[in-house]
């Protein structure tokens, strides 16, 4: 069932204005469930099976030619694994489900996230070229861009997110060849508006990229707003059990075609096993997301309303510095809440400790809630002063919820939070 398929139920995220030009969708759950599949598959099986192939032979010297000339003329139409470095069929699956989802034409599937941005970039950009990232971006990808593009000639800029005449500013005329950016951001949640920043960038010929990890196609189709490119960690919601890690890339087909080939030779497609644990994880995307949606609009009120609560980022919270935007382009608002609690490091640590639902632990997206410090997990190493300087405190909290039923997270944080002084 691919993306073009009528529109069932109205699910999914909201239109931009020029809807006309859009194609009709499924609902987001018949998406998630059925989009981008082949029907039959093989052996009539249902779910997609893990074929797990590393090489494929060929029937005679014949066969062989006949592949290796298709292949050199790039047509596509070869029907056929040559090796699991290439191509796997069980990839190929989720790759479809995916760009189904996006209303993508195509996508390809990496060993994870940050092998998919990496790709991405390492494929995309000549020595010498310049990119414009903004400032709340996943610490890892900056690092990526900071130092190790950065030895290959190739700068980076870092504007504040939501400065979009800083944005627009740091454009080098025939140098910048992206604008990238996260949307919804970690951990404050700050929301890119997408039409915008893809004006922008048409206006310069620049390419944009969006993570939306954190925005997930059920919640918002940065595509559909005019951006080249949209990556995600499948690790986090797309899988959304804690237990692959995995990463996606869709765009247009002839640039799919191109980062798949650059895929072969940079080498980091996903392995089988974790491409059938996706595309299982996949079904339940729209459920688990409207799920986690509800909850943390709901978790979001009762913290904002709760007297040890300093201050809540949530982009559904109308206090939130992107409200509008986020209604504007995003149907829910996903399912992670950062907020600083009226207390020490040492004190939010204690209120941490005392939850008795969520885990501690890295990561978000998936069906157990997790909660952490961000002071003292991804910028532990800081000192006090270096945190500060990127806006992390020792009181700031982030809760990725998960689906547990939201009375029982409430009250979770209702016991834990009479802990704090
Ligand atoms: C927004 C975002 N993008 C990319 C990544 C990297 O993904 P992975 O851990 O799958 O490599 C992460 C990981 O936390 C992330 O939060």
Same mark, same amino acid.
């Given at each position: 069932m691919s993306a073009q398929t009528p529109d069932s139920n109205g699910a999914g995220a909201p239109t931009p204005t020029d809807s006309d030009a859009l194609p009709k969708r499924a609902g987001m759950n018949t998406l998630s469930v059925h989009g981008g599949d082949d029907r039959p598959r093989a052996h009539q099986a249902i779910p997609m099976p893990i074929i797990q192939t590393a090489t494929y032979a060929f029937a005679d010297t014949a066969d062989l030619i006949n592949f290796m000339q298709h292949k050199s003329w790039?047509?596509?139409?070869?029907g056929r694994e040559e090796y699991g470095r290439y191509g796997n069929p069980t990839v190929q699956a989720v790759e479809s489900k995916v760009a189904a989802l996006e209303g993508a034409e195509d996508?390809?599937?990496?060993?994870?996230?940050?092998?998919?941005i990496t790709s991405l970039l390492l494929a995309s950009l000549p020595s010498g070229a310049h990119i414009i990232m903004t400032g709340d971006c996943y610490r890892r990808t900056r690092q990526f861009c900071l130092t190790f593009l950065k030895r290959l000639g190739i700068e980076?800029?870092?504007v504040e997110t939501g400065d979009y005449a800083a944005l627009e500013a740091a454009v080098q005329p025939k140098r910048t060849r992206f604008i990238m950016s996260e949307s919804p951001t970690n951990p404050y949640l700050r929301c890119v508006d997408l039409a915008r920043i893809a004006e922008i960038a048409k206006r310069?010929?620049?390419q944009t990229i969006i993570d939306s990890t954190f925005g997930t196609p059920i919640n918002q189709l940065p595509l559909q707003y005019g951006i080249d490119y949209v990556t995600h960690s499948a690790t986090k919601y797309l899988g959304g059990h804690h237990d692959l890690l995995a990463g996606v890339v869709a765009a247009r087909k002839d640039r799919i075609a191109a980062l798949r080939d650059a895929r072969g030779v940079l080498g980091g497609i996903v392995d089988p096993q974790n491409a059938y644990l996706l595309e299982r /994880?996949?079904?339940?995307?729209?459920?688990r997301v409207a799920q986690q949606n509800s909850s943390a609009m709901q978790i979001a009120q009762f913290l904002e309303g709760?007297?040890?609560?300093?201050?809540?980022?949530?982009?559904?919270l109308p206090s939130h510095p992107d409200h509008a935007v986020a209604k504007k382009q995003m149907s829910g608002f996903g399912g992670v809440v950062s907020f600083t609690v009226r207390g020490t490091l040492e004190e939010t640590s204690r209120f941490i400790d005392a939850m008795e639902i969520p885990y501690i632990a890295p990561s978000l997206g998936g069906v157990d809630s997790l909660?952490?410090?961000?002071?003292?997990?991804?910028f532990f190493e800081r000192?006090?002063?270096?945190?500060?300087?990127? /806006?992390i405190t020792g009181n700031l909290v982030r809760f990725a919820i998960g689906v547990e039923d939201t009375d029982d997270l409430i009250a979770d944080l209702d016991q834990a939070l009479r802990v704090l002084p």
């Open positions: 790039g047509d596509g139409i070869i996508a390809v599937m990496f060993s994870s996230g940050m092998a998919a980076t800029t870092i310069h010929r620049v /994880g996949l079904k339940t995307l729209g459920l709760h007297p040890k609560i300093e201050r809540v980022w949530y982009p559904g909660i952490e410090q961000p002071a003292l997990m991804s000192t006090p002063e270096e945190r500060l300087e990127v /806006g």
